[in-house]
């Protein structure tokens, strides 16, 4: 009785959210930035991707990270994603990813990129509002150590870029 208990009142600690890529405000960007490790330690990779309020890619990027921590690959795609993004002269941007703190060297650079935007809001979401993003960072695993920039995005993300363009939503159980 007393695990039925303890199990019901961590159910009151959760409930299911609809969750899924929001398009920015009109004349809005959005950055959309993921990182990734195999393992604590070893070789990471962050992918970005910049789109309009419409849906429609203006720019992205893949770059494989030697060793590595999961903080340290989603600042790295913070970083590349908001300098990106300043090259491009955009001035309205939505930047999401996991949140990062710190006080590295690559987070002062980050901030001080930011500083020079005239409109930015940094929003941190859910891995199923990032698909995108999350499907690239996992593809370059085994690619050599480097930065790659694409206008097009790579067919592999077709399905996610149609499922954002659609307003598909998924189910996550999220903590009250």
Not at 9 to 29: C, I, Q
Request: aromatic share 10%.
């Amino acid at each position: 009785m007393e695990q039925a208990k303890h199990s019901s009142s961590l159910l009151n600690l959760t409930r299911e959210e609809l969750v899924g890529w929001e398009a920015p405000n009109w004349d809005w960007n959005k950055l959309n930035v993921d990182g990734s490790v195999v393992y604590p330690g070893s070789r990471g990779a962050c992918r970005g991707i910049i789109r309009d309020w419409a849906g429609r890619t203006i720019a992205g990027f893949t770059m494989n990270i030697e060793t590595c921590t999961i903080t340290m690959a989603e600042l790295w795609g913070f970083y590349v994603g908001i300098k990106l993004s300043s090259e491009l002269r955009i001035t309205k941007l939505v930047k999401v990813s996991p949140e990062s703190h710190g006080s590295s060297s690559l987070v002062r650079s980050i901030k001080e990129f930011l500083a020079k935007m005239d409109n930015v809001e940094v929003k941190y979401i859910y891995r199923e509002a990032n698909f995108c993003a999350d499907a690239l960072a996992k593809l370059g695993q085994g690619e050599v150590a480097g930065i790659k920039f694409f206008k097009q995005p790579p067919l592999c993300l077709f399905h996610h870029l149609l499922a954002d363009a659609s307003g598909v939503k998924f189910e996550r159980l999220v903590v009250v």
